[in-house]
Structure formats: C-alpha cells, structure tokens
C-alpha cells in the first residue's frame, strides 16, 4: 500500500497565525500515538504573516480519511474555523522515504 502525504497551506484571519499554528501543534500532539499518522509537521514563513503550512505523511489516504472523524480532530477544527480565511492543498504527494523528525 502506498503512503499518503499532503502538503497544505492554511490562512489565517489577520492577526490570528499564531493561534492557528497553535492549534495545528494540537493536532500534532494529539496524533503522537496514532501509529498511522508518521509525520505532522507544522510550519510558517517570514514572508507570509498569514499562513500556516502542514505536512502530513500517512500509512495510508484512508488513514488520514479516518482522522478527520476522531473526536479530538473535530474539536480543533471547530476551533480553527472561526479564524481561518482560507485553505489550499498545495500538493498530494506519495511519500517516498527520509528521515521524519
């Protein structure tokens, strides 16, 4: 079966960026023992005061399908949404190998 990786763009309300990248190391926090999920990193640049970006690499697309219904996951996201101005997936990609963090 072959890995799944995604690679997104999330974009804060004005102001808000360090809440969202806050939330987001929730999320990863919350996926540390979930064997599935092999890496959730969660990143911004310099340059854009409004964007977050995660790169997440699954065992499986379904995996990842699947953790968008757990509890914890629902709850974050209902806590992003109020401040999120948009969102982009930059790139599905089939993860190949590496060193994960």
Sequence with gaps: MEKFGIYGK???????????????????????????????LVSVAPEDLNAVY??????????????LTLESTQTLIKRAKP??????RISTLVPRGGKGI
């Design 83 to 88: 401040i999120l101005a948009g969102m982009e």
């Design 10 to 40: 999330l974009i804060a309300k004005e102001g808000e960026r360090e809440q969202l990248a806050n939330i987001l190391l929730e999320a990863a926090e919350s996926l540390q023992n979930h064997e599935d999920c092999e890496l959730y």
């Design 54 to 67: 995660v790169y997440e690499v699954w065992s499986s697309e379904s995996a990842h399908q699947g953790s």
